[in-house]
T-cell receptor, first 110, second 110 residues
Framework: DAKTTQPPSMDCAEGRAANLPCNHS???????VYWYRQIHSQGPQYIIH???NNETNEMASLIITEDRKSSTLILPHATLRDTAVYYC???????????FGTGTRLQVTL | DTAVSQTPKYLVTQMGNDKSIKCEQN?????MYWYKQDSKKFLKIMFS???????INETVPNRFSPKSPDKAHLNLHINSLELGDSAVYFC?????????FGPGTRLTVL
């Protein structure tokens, strides 16, 4: 699985959009970009995934660059409950292992 | 209704003991996983089972033996526990792309 690079930490004011970047320059053609988050002491939680096109669901939006070498997770209106470690993972999909990196610790503040 | 459940939530034991952690999912998924998160918060895949068959084994010591009596259960048995086995163990299940994680079992070896 391709490796990802994320900033170790970010801050965001409550109510503002949180934009979390991820570099995955060695991604191969059949690999998806997944985002998970881990709120303190809980199990990781799936957020969103995509292959080439931008994706949106009730939690977030995923913007993938045309060359697929980087992506951005957008939480449109961050709340205090969004404070967590966010992991960007590249994987070939179905029934595949997830290789977690160090992630980005997002701190949402008042 | 809990999707992926693990028992026990906490486990404290002495070095050299044998212990088991149980995992059950009620999502009807075919694939189940065990992950280990160490004190530095690195989250790593250990095993994966698909329809009760082992498909991923990530160079885990053979003191760790997963057992899948049916598709809904994946238990983890650990023999001769060592101090380095202290960690949080997460069970997960998946159907297509999304993995659902359990709440974790915090194992402390004294």
């Amino acid at each position: 699985d391709a490796k990802t690079t994320q900033p170790p930490s970010m801050d965001c004011a409550e109510g503002r959009a949180a934009n979390l970047p991820c570099n995955h320059s060695t991604i191969s053609g059949n690999e998806y970009v997944y985002w998970y988050r881990q709120i303190h002491s809980q199990g990781p939680q799936y957020i969103i995934h995509g292959l080439k096109n931008n994706e949106t669901n009730e939690m977030a939006s995923l913007i993938i660059t045309e060359d697929r070498k980087s992506s951005t997770l957008i939480l449109p209106h961050a709340t205090l409950r969004d404070t967590a470690v966010y992991y960007c993972i590249v994987s070939s999909g179905t029934a595949s292992k997830l290789t977690f990196g160090t992630g980005t610790r997002l701190q949402v503040t008042l | 209704d809990t999707a992926v459940s693990q028992t026990p939530k906490y486990l404290v034991t002495q070095m050299g003991n044998d212990k088991s952690i149980k995992c059950e999912q009620n999502l009807g998924h075919d694939t189940m996983y065990w992950y280990k998160q160490d004190s530095k918060k690195f989250l790593k895949i250990m095993f994966s089972y698909n329809n009760k068959e082992l498909i991923i084994n990530e160079t885990v010591p053979n003191r760790f033996s997963p057992k899948s009596p049916d598709k809904a259960h994946l238990n983890l048995h650990i023999n001769s526990l060592e101090l380095g086995d202290s960690a949080v163990y997460f069970c997960a299940s998946s159907h297509i792309n999304e993995q659902f994680f359990g709440p974790g079992t915090r194992l402390t070896v004294l």
